[in-house]
């Protein structure tokens, strides 16, 4: 049985306050689902966690984002709802590709040339 959203039940004089459980998932090279979630009192405290969680995540992932790889991170509610999305696009702009090359100086004929 699920219980609803923020309800309070009384059980032998014990109070019982049930939060909502968000949950995290992240799909980049392969899909990571959260399984477990995490309770947290409201949306805004699930959109919080999920910045500060992204940003440690993409931190760690330590040069491996390469252009044509995208990165997302879903929060979604008890009932799968996606609530929010959080999406890095790594692609190669084709301008930077040329002023990338441009800039490389090569050897030619024993002189140094720029292109």
């Known amino acids: 049985m699920q219980v609803p959203k923020n309800l309070e039940l009384e059980t ?3 109070r ?3 939060m909502p459980r968000f949950f995290f998932n992240i799909y ?3 899909a990571e689902l959260d399984e477990v979630g995490e309770e947290l009192p409201d949306l805004q405290s699930a959109w919080h966690e999920a910045t500060i969680t992204a940003g440690q995540i993409l931190q760690d992932l330590d040069g491996k984002l390469r252009p ?6 879903e929060v979604m509610d ?3 709802n996606r609530l929010f999305v959080i999406f890095i696009r790594a692609k190669t702009v084709p301008f930077a590709i040329f ?3 441009a800039s490389y100086t090569f050897l ?3 002189s140094a040339a720029s292109l």
């Open 78 to 80: 008890e009932s799968l």
């Open 28 to 30: 980049h090279e392969r």
């Open 99 to 101: 002023a990338a090359a």
């Open 108 to 110: 030619v004929s024993g």
């Open 68 to 73: 044509g790889k995208d990165w997302r991170m």
């Open 16 to 18: 019982f306050a049930c």
């Open 12 to 14: 032998s004089g014990l």
